[in-house]
Each structure stands twice: as C-alpha cells, then as structure tokens.
C-alpha cells in the first residue's frame, strides 16, 4: 500500500516519465496504481486518465487501453467509466484500429444516456447519445479500412442503438401535421438543398431548371451562414429530437419556413446536415425528398433524420437500401417514407470515342482518393497480368489516395505509395490525376476496373463500360453475398470475386483485338441503354413530376 501511495503522489505531482512508461514493468506498475483499491471515483479517473495519455505517447498504446479499461472496471460511477471506457476506443481510433473497448464504450455511454434521459435531462441525454452515436460510426471503423462492422452484421451492430430508451425517443416519428398537396394551375416549385457537395446534382437541376412545367430554386446551406450552424450541430439537433431546445426549433421554422412555403416539392441531396434540419420543423403541405448515397449510411445522420416527415427517399442502389434499412430503425416502421432506387444522372453518350487497338492492355481505374476505392487491389491485378505479359499498364484517374484522413488511411496511404513506386518507373503505372477531360483519356484505356470494397454505383466504371473499356469490377465485399450487390447491379461478366478472378477475365477478353472489341461493344450499348441520361431523366420524371 505504500508503494501504491507513493505512486499517486508521483502522477498528482505530474511525474510520469517516458522511459519509466516505455518499459513493461514501469507500465504495469502504473497499471496497478490507477487499479488500486481505495480511491474515489474521480480520483481514479483523473490519475488512469494521466497514466493513459502518457503510455500513449510514450508509444504503448495497448498498455494505455489497458490502464483505462482496467480502471473503467473498478469504477462504480456510470459517468466516471463511460469517460474512461471512451477514451480508450479512442486511443486506438487514433491509431487506426477497431477498439476492443468499443462494444463496452458505445453501450455505457448509451446507458447514461438513458439515465439522463429518465431524470429528464434531456440536453444531457442528447449530449451523451451523440456521443455514443460518433464512436458507433467513427470513420475509422467504416471509411478509412478496407472492412466495416456495420457492413458485416448491421442489425448486430447496432443493437445497442435499437435497445437504449434515449435512441428509441431520438428515432421516434413525429409525423405532419398535413399531406402534401400538388399544385394546380401552376408549374410545379421544386427547391434543391444541399450544402457544398451539388456534384451529382447538375444534371438533374438543369433538366428541371428547362422543364416548362417547373420552376426551381437552389438552397445551399454554406451559403446561409445561420442555417448552416443549425445543421451541423448534433447535438442541438438531438436535444430538439428529444423535446428540448425549443430556441433550435424556433430559429429552424423561422429561417426554413419561407423556402417551405414557396416549395412544392423539395429535393435534398445527400442525408446529412441539411435532412436533419429540414425535418425538424414540420413541411406544411410540401412534399420532402431524401436522396442518400451511401457514407450517410455509415454515419449518425440517419439517426438524426424524422423520415416520418420523409415523403420519398431515393437510394443510388439497392444493396445500399437493403444495407440502410437493416442499419435504421425508423426505416422499417409504419411511419418510413416510401423507398425508391434510382441512378445516378451520367452523361454516357458522350464517353462513346475510338480506341486504338493498343488499348486493350490499358487498365483504368477512376476515382481513387478513398480507402474505400483500394486502388492496391487493382495494382494486384496489374502484378498477376504483368507476370504473364508485361504489356499490360494501369492507369489511376483522380486524386491520389488521401493520407490526412486518419492514422488508418495514412497506412492504407505508405503502402499504396509503396506499391506506385515500385511500378511507376517502368511505365506499368501511371497516375493521371484530376483531369478535365475524362472522356478524352477514357480513349486510351481498353478495361475499365471496379476495385472498391464498397460503392453505390460507381459512375466511373460504368462511364468506363460506356467509353468501350471492358468493364472488370470486383464483387465490392461490403455487399458480396448478400441479396443485392455488384453482381445484381452489373451483368454476371462484369463481376470478378478475387484478383487472380480479374485477372483471369483480362487475359481471356483481351487475348485478341477482335474479341476484346466485341465485348467492349457490347458493354457500352448494356451501359447506354441501362444509365444513360435518357432513360434516368424518365425515372426522376417519374418521381418528381408524377401528375404531369
């Protein structure tokens, strides 16, 4: 006990020197101190908070974890070890891996939540479920790795969301007051909102901004400085869900309700921010629409959306509807808005160019700036076709892998340059860029690939198919088995289950111009009459102007 007690009196007077933490006896020791019988709860949270954070930087990261889940355990306030339990997932968030605390970590900060929310603290309550709502859907655990729990297990994953009392309230419809009505006698007011990211909405906004019968209106909420601060902040956003927060509500339905009384219809672009505060104040009789890509889906937003107020949500596919029902509760219940499935809007017909014959052994992969592109799958290919033929190139279009993200995506990143120098100099590899002019540089590449472990639809590689490039693409493995996928989506050729698969396929569709030629031929005419503009601008007629 003395020891012990000399070893609080070292941390209270801040002495916890990196030599002493980077050994495994100096480590365990301070193991034992913030385990010690005896101390109050804030005393133990504060030293095993000290002890953490200098076992961290002393790199030993597992021994921070550790000390914190360890004194989480000798902790009898529920705060005092949601906090410690918190903080070691995000020690290893940090690092890049999937906490072993995380389960314990999401499911204790939920249960204060519950507590706050039963003494009816309902800002507390909305603090804390954010809280947990954040480490749930971390990028770590579902961007910046090639895997995701919530893509393994969804309705396993979020069963602690499902069962604790606060969410249960969070997600509960509120409803409208009144249906929405269509006008008569007048073009149709169709107002679009986003809120910086308008990249797959160009097209659509323009055939509506020429259509006869509509009159349109954009609203984009990094332009509205007020609105915008409403949006992203959860956590009032959460607390207004809950039945608080009356000042939130108030300036939404002041600073909303003159775009809601013009609109007749309102299209929101992507389910985030800007979803969350649209449905926070009751839409009157205009008609709300959602479409969601698919990082919402991996995120809280969803959690945060009354899609009771929802009239239509609109998927890109439906591996990613199937996915976000099972992830969302308030999706499968009696008050869920009707689901749709619609592609993207694409310009295809003017990817349609010549291609030289030496083409064909030209991979090309667009699009690459996320783990979940994972770019080293293709290069994996391009090694196995190389070992049998060293004509065969690959070209990367777009950004480069972006290594700022997170430690994880920062290792996904040192390997992936790893494999680009290796490759590069010979001419094997070429990175492109961010180009103006994809359709130009689409003429030199024979086989469009489809690397990504998950995806909504990939324009790319269909605009690949389009442009005459035999389309390769992987089973994306967030969806690989399940009812809908990449191999619903795609024509049974287009889809590979492994790189020696691709490879395969390359080697056998490229062996000679003339079959290369056929099959690239046809999966341009399957990708034209399937995504071109045309026949997607018929399915959002269908959706937006259904009486006209």
């Known amino acids: 006990m003395t020891r012990v007690r000399r070893g609080i009196g070292a941390v209270a007077r801040g002495v916890l020197h990196p030599r002493v933490l980077r050994t495994g006896a100096g480590a365990r020791a301070w193991r034992l101190v913030v385990t010690a019988p005896g101390l109050s709860d804030a005393v133990r949270a504060r030293l095993a908070r000290r002890v953490g954070g200098g076992l961290d930087q002393a790199n030993r990261p597992e021994g921070a974890v550790l000390a914190l889940s360890s004194a989480a355990r000798r902790t009898t306030g529920a705060r005092h070890r949601a906090d410690l339990l918190g903080e070691a997932a995000r ?20 249960a204060w939540a519950d507590a706050r929310w039963a003494d ?22 579902h961007f910046d790795r090639t895997s995701s729990p919530l893509a393994d297990d969804p309705r396993a994953y979020t069963a602690p969301l499902r069962a604790s009392t606060t969410v249960r309230a969070l997600t509960k419809p509120t409803g409208r007051a009144t249906p929405p009505t269509a006008p008569a006698g007048r073009p149709l007011r169709l107002l679009f909102v986003t809120r910086g990211n308008a990249n797959f909405l160009h ?62 219809t309102v299209f929101v672009d992507w389910c985030v921010g800007p979803a969350a505060l649209l449905t926070s104040v009751d839409p009157g009789t205009t008609r709300i629409v959602v479409r969601l890509h698919s990082a919402e889906t991996f995120s809280p937003w969803p959690y945060l959306v009354d899609f009771s107020r929802v009239d239509d949500l609109v998927f890109v596919g439906a591996h990613l509807r199937d996915l976000t029902v099972a992830a969302v509760p308030q999706l499968s219940s009696d008050a869920a808005p009707r689901l749709h499935v619609v592609a993207n809007a ?45 004509r065969y190139r690959l070209f990367l279009l777009g950004e480069d892998v972006d290594a700022k993200l997170s ?93 020696q698969e691709a490879a395969d396929r390359i080697l056998e569709v490229t062996s000679t111009a003339e079959g290369w030629r056929k099959a690239a ?20 007629d269908r959706l937006l102007l259904p009486d006209r």
């Open 203 to 264: 097209r659509i906004r323009g055939h509506y901004e020429d259509h006869p019968d509509v009159e349109v209106r954009s609203l984009d909420l990094r332009d509205e400085p007020a609105l915008d601060k409403l949006a992203t902040s959860l956590t009032r956003i959460a607390a207004h869900r809950l039945g608080g927060d009356e000042e939130f509500g108030r300036q939404a339905e002041e600073l909303l309700r003159p775009q809601l009384d013009w609109a007749d």
């Open 407 to 499: 430690a994880a995506s920062r290792a996904y990143a040192r390997h992936y340059r790893r494999d680009v120098a290796e490759l590069e100099p010979s001419g094997a590899l070429r990175r492109l860029g961010q180009l103006d002019d994809v359709p130009a540089a689409l003429t030199e590449v024979g086989v469009i690939l489809s690397s990504s472990v998950r995806e909504s639809f990939h324009c790319g590689f269909v605009e690949g198919a389009a442009s005459g490039a035999v389309p390769v693409g992987r089973d994306w493995p967030f969806f690989a088995g399940k009812a809908n996928g990449a191999r619903t989506l795609f024509p049974a050729d287009w889809v590979v289950g492994s790189a």
């Open 346 to 390: 694409m310009d295809l017909a003017s990817h349609v160019r010549p291609k030289a014959d030496d083409a064909r052994f030209t991979l090309g992969l667009t699009g690459i700036s996320s783990v979940a592109k994972d770019p080293r799958w293709a290069i994996q290919v391009l090694r196995i076709l190389r070992a049998q033929d060293p």
């Open 521 to 540: 031929r046809s999966a341009s005419a399957h990708a034209l009459e399937s995504w071109d503009w045309p026949v997607v601008r018929a399915e959002f």
């Open 120 to 141: 009816g603290d309902i800002r507390g309550a909305a603090a804390s479920a954010v809280t947990a709502l954040q480490l749930a859907f971390h990028r770590v655990l």
């Open 91 to 110: 020690v290893e968030l940090a690092r890049g891996r999937a906490p072993r605390a995380l389960a314990a970590a999401v499911s204790t900060e939920l």
